[in-house]
């Protein structure tokens, strides 16, 4: 396992493999990682000859200072956690090289970026797309790996891809929980005890409201999964949306789309979590 700092080097690094033939699987992390991060390791070593994963917190698609500034930052144990798995390299830019001076595109998604994470976070998947095709373009990756728990940022990567014609494929990963049924998150890790134990509720209320698909309506079923949560005293909801797993366009009844999945987001004292599951 190789760890890289500066982006030429990174570039001489690959640009070596693919003379060779090789193909490259990459995975980009924010760090503090767990079996979330770590399956997509596992999946780009199988499917891949080289695997890179890059840690780096992307200063760009924080919406909320105060969130960028606790994001957990905890390299040497990612470390530790990497040489288990042995991805080939690990690429971890300072933010002064990856923005030398202020990145001022802005991306196009349609509508994919006017619901849910992106209209409640304004900005934030610009950012993520800043920083996401410079890492393409210095990584050049064949296949990239991106976890389900993002799914519209699954959706907006997509887009992007297709928008700059980039050769990548995007590969979407499977959710990976907590034994209780929590999503696996970073800032799960940001949780007091007591929220911990509350925040299991959401993942539960996900998994009973499929089982009330379709006796329940669409309205009912979503004041039915926000009156379950918020009626716990550690939670609240940002929002919860039944939407088209492609268009991500809300749904007004069950008929509206063949494959539905449910969005939400809590806010857990000061953290704030994301979920979803298929309905
Ligand atoms: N539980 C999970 N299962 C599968 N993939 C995951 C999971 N959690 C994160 N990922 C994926 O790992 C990649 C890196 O995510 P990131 O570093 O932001 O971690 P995170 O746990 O999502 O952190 P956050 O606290 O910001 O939600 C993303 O593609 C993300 O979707
Ligand atoms: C894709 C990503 C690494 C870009 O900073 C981030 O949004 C994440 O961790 O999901
Ligand atoms: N996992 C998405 C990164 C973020 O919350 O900014």
């Known amino acids: 396992m190789q760890i890289v700092k500066l982006i ?3 570039r001489s690094i690959i640009s070596e493999y693919k003379a060779k033939g090789k193909r490259v699987g990459f995975v980009p ?5 767990h079996d979330g991060h770590l399956s997509l390791v596992e999946q780009s070593k199988k499917e891949n000859d080289i695997t890179v994963v890059s840690i780096f917190v992307n200063p760009t698609q924080f919406n909320n200072p105060n969130d960028l ?5 905890i390299l040497d144990k990612d470390l530790e956690l990497l040489s288990k798995f042995q991805p080939d390299i690990v690429f971890i830019p300072e933010v002064e090289e990856v923005y030398p001076e202020p990145d001022t595109r802005v991306f196009d998604f349609g509508d994919l970026d006017k619901v849910m ?3 409640n976070r304004p ?7 800043q920083v996401v095709s410079k890492l393409f373009d210095y990584i050049t990756p064949d296949n990239a790996y991106f976890g389900q728990k993002d799914y519209q940022q699954v959706a907006v990567i997509k887009q992007m891809t297709k928008d700059l014609k980039l050769d990548i494929n995007i590969v979407s990963c499977p959710i990976i929980r907590e034994l209780d049924g929590l999503a696996m998150s970073s800032r799960n890790m940001l949780l007091s005890e007591v929220e911990r134990k509350n925040a299991v509720k959401i993942s539960e209320t996900l998994f009973k409201a499929c089982n009330l698909v379709p006796d329940f309506g669409v309205s009912q079923l ?3 999964v926000i009156s379950e949560i918020n009626n716990n005293a550690y939670l609240e909801v940002e929002y919860f949306e039944i939407v088209d797993d492609t268009s991500l366009k809300s749904i007004e009844k069950w ?3 063949n494959n539905r999945i449910a969005c939400i987001t809590v806010q857990v004292g000061k953290v704030r979590l994301i979920d979803n599951i298929s309905l």
């Open 29 to 33: 992390t924010m760090g503090a990682l």
């Open 117 to 119: 994470e992106g209209k």
């Open 255 to 257: 008929e509206d789309s």
């Open 123 to 129: 900005g934030h998947f610009n950012g993520v797309a």
């Open 8 to 10: 030429a080097e990174t």
């Open 69 to 73: 500034k606790t994001y957990p930052r």
């Open 222 to 224: 979503k004041e039915w």
